[in-house]
């Protein structure tokens, strides 16, 4: 199909149904940064990649309060290809700060256990919420700073999965 024929058919379509338009690609009506396909009717949603990284760091909160009662006091999201980099700043769990001292390989253990909870209800929430295909996830937590690192690597770039997410369930 031509460019601008197809432009034309999408916006001939988009009236029809009363859908405003705001600009136009080949192949594809965008509207508000929200809708990346209009077939027989069917619109289709996907997120920026800025809504998609906060929809991952709720999603990170999330678990983590789920783990831990209580959420990240600071966190950061990067994607780069296949990877979703996430750094945060967390707030020990007291009964962990108090037995430091007294049982640090006791509380070495406990940090590795919970964080291989913790790795498995992401890889879950991740790709139940967002049609991930996770190849692995690797997570550190330094217990002196309170900081966590978590690297999501997934089976293709990140980019991809953004045309094909379903909406997202708030």
Do not use: W
Request: aromatic share 8%; glycine share 6%; charged share 25%.
């Amino acid at each position: 199909m031509q460019r601008g024929r197809c432009s034309l058919l999408h916006r001939n379509k988009a009236k029809t149904q009363g859908i405003p338009l705001i600009s136009l690609c080949p192949c594809c009506l965008r509207l508000s940064g929200k809708l990346t396909a209009l077939q027989e009717g069917v619109v289709r949603v996907s997120l920026s990649v800025g809504e998609f990284k906060q929809e991952i760091l709720k999603t990170y909160n999330a678990v983590n309060k789920g783990i831990f009662h209580g959420g990240v006091r600071q966190q950061n999201v990067e994607m780069d290809g296949n990877r979703i980099i996430i750094l945060s700043k967390n707030s020990r769990a007291p009964v962990l700060k108090t037995l430091d001292s007294r049982a640090p390989d006791i509380t070495s253990y406990l940090d590795y256990l919970l964080a291989q909870i913790f790795k498995e209800r992401i890889r879950a929430e991740m790709e139940e919420r967002f049609q991930l295909n996770i190849t692995a996830i690797f997570k550190d937590y330094d217990a002196m700073t309170e900081t966590s690192g978590t690297v999501i690597y997934l089976e293709r770039d990140f980019q991809s999965y953004l045309n094909e997410l379903p909406e997202i369930p708030r």
